[in-house]
């Protein structure tokens, strides 16, 4: 069976600060994706990031970065230099190949203060 | 990018009446499609995928003939929640897969108050 964890149900942080998001996953499958989610106030799901299984390399975009480790099972998300825009809920999913369901962790909300 | 919208955006309702959510792809043909429920504070819960030109298939413990879903086109799904109750208040949500790319994106959702 396929699971994802987000240990940290809240963060807070100040301004400027960096934080990172901890995502575990489990899964039987060698092959799958993993996935991370915005959903700010206003409820919608923004798409960050999807991960296939066979790329372990890290990816940056502006201020998020993403480490993928296999050994440790894990998808940790980091935001440099946070902004009070980033607060939101983040979702870290993950699917296997050949089903398109998402598995979707609790998830963990951010928020930054000014 | 791809852009899923949701109509209407919000909604209250007498208790014993039945609401219509349209969830469209803007951008791009989808296949597939997701209807997923939210509460408050808590995580996404899968209803249904609904995929264009045949029935739904329905997660374990979701009622197929209280939520109807409909997949009449490439660009539309409809979830109607039938004779809502207080209970069906929540916030749902439907996604799309833009064919070949494996990634859901979603709408904007549409919050359901039923008095």
């Known amino acids: 069976a396929q699971k994802v964890t987000q240990a940290q149900t809240e963060i807070s942080v100040v301004e400027k600060e960096d934080v990172t998001l901890d995502c575990v996953y489990e899964?039987?499958?060698?092959?799958?994706?993993l996935f991370w989610y915005k959903q700010p106030p206003s409820g919608e799901l923004v798409f960050l990031i999807r991960?296939?299984?066979?790329?372990?390399q890290n990816e940056i975009s502006g201020r998020y970065s993403w480490n993928f480790q296999k050994s440790t099972s894990s998808f940790n998300f980091t935001i440099t230099a946070s902004q009070v825009v980033d607060s939101a809920v983040y979702f870290c999913?993950?699917?296997?190949?050949?089903?398109?369901?998402?598995?979707f962790g609790k998830g963990t909300k951010l928020t930054v203060n000014p | 990018g791809a852009v899923v919208s949701q109509h209407p955006s919000r909604v209250i309702c007498k208790s014993g009446t039945s609401v219509k959510i349209e969830c469209r792809s803007l951008?791009?043909?989808?296949?597939?499609m997701f209807w997923y429920r939210q509460f408050p504070k808590q995580s996404l819960m899968l209803m249904a995928t609904?995929?264009?030109?045949?029935?739904?298939?329905?997660e374990q413990g979701v009622e197929k003939d209280k939520f109807l879903i409909n997949h009449a086109s490439l660009t539309l799904s409809t979830l109607t929640v039938t004779s809502a109750h207080p209970e069906d208040s929540s916030f749902y949500i439907c996604?799309?897969?833009?064919?070949?790319?494996?990634?859901?994106?979603f709408g904007p959702g549409t919050r359901l108050l039923v008095l």
């Open positions: 996604s799309a897969i833009r064919d070949a790319e494996e990634t859901q994106y």
């Open positions: 899964t039987r499958d060698t092959t799958y994706y």
């Open positions: 991960r296939n299984s066979f790329d372990e």
């Open positions: 999913a993950l699917s296997q190949e050949g089903s398109e369901k998402l598995v």
């Open positions: 951008d791009f043909q989808a296949t597939t």
């Open positions: 609904s995929n264009e030109g045949s029935k739904a298939t329905y």
